[in-house]
């Protein structure tokens, strides 16, 4: 039996947040607007609300790739109905999968997981546009470090649903202890592994912390990869 580590991708592994600036630059510049950071909080704010809404099945994702540009593009004063926001959203997702940014210090965590815990093998597991999160994990090299990457668009259902778990545990075929599933999101990833019954890792815990691990039953929680390394090395021993 392996030690499966399933780790999120975003504000996990990879600095979603800077390649989303480089993005929303390129494609509101594109579209004949100046770029503020106004902007991009704007944006962030509308795109988490969103996603959540995803998350909880409320919104079909083309919905959510859609309304986060016709909400950004009409506080600009745009009319939005001549406007291919579709289009948009694919040319946004093009610069993010060429701007990958890695999170400071995560290619040296999984050096030493991979050197240190016996037979660890590292998974990807994401929300995200299948082209956004390949063209990321290839262009930072985390590529040489995970045996696969789960990305809900190609399996057709999304974290944190058991299912989405159920096709992992599937096609790892390994017992449910032999997997910890790590990531900074409560509702996604913590409700997940909830969800599915399997070890978790809070990582890059904010807010209410105590209140926020009995809800979502945390096994771990790690505030750097330091202290996620000395995790990983406690829960596979």
Not at 33 to 45: D, G, I, L, R, V
Not at 92 to 119: E, Q, W, Y
Not at 194 to 206: H, I, Q, R, V, Y
Request: with cysteine.
């Amino acid at each position: 039996m392996h030690h499966n580590l399933l780790f999120d991708l975003d504000q996990t592994l990879l600095d979603f947040h800077a390649s989303e600036h480089l993005a929303l630059k390129a494609v509101m510049e594109m579209n004949g607007q100046t770029f503020t950071e106004e902007h991009y909080n704007s944006f962030k704010y509308i795109n988490k609300s969103l996603w959540l809404e995803f998350e909880k099945g409320i919104i079909s994702k083309a919905e959510l790739f859609q309304t986060r540009f016709r909400r950004l593009f009409e506080e600009c004063g745009c009319d939005t109905g001549n406007m291919d926001l579709l289009e948009i959203n694919s040319d946004f997702i093009d610069h993010m999968s060429r701007n990958g940014v890695l999170m400071d210090g995560a290619i040296d965590c999984l050096k030493k997981i991979l050197n240190t815990v016996p037979d660890a093998r590292i998974f990807v597991i994401t929300n995200g546009v299948t082209r956004n999160a390949l063209g990321r994990i290839n262009t930072t090299g985390l590529n040489e470090y995970v045996c696969d990457v789960f990305v809900s668009d190609l399996m057709g259902v999304s974290k944190p649903a058991p299912e989405y778990f159920d096709i992992v545990k599937r096609a790892v075929s390994e017992p449910d202890e032999s997997f910890i599933v790590i990531g900074d999101s409560l509702t996604s990833d913590m409700l997940g592994a909830k969800n599915a019954g399997l070890t978790s890792c809070w990582f890059m815990p904010e807010g209410d912390i105590s209140d926020a691990v009995k809800e979502y039953s945390i096994d771990y929680t790690a505030s750097s990869f330091d202290e996620l390394f000395e995790v990983i090395k406690k829960w596979s021993s």
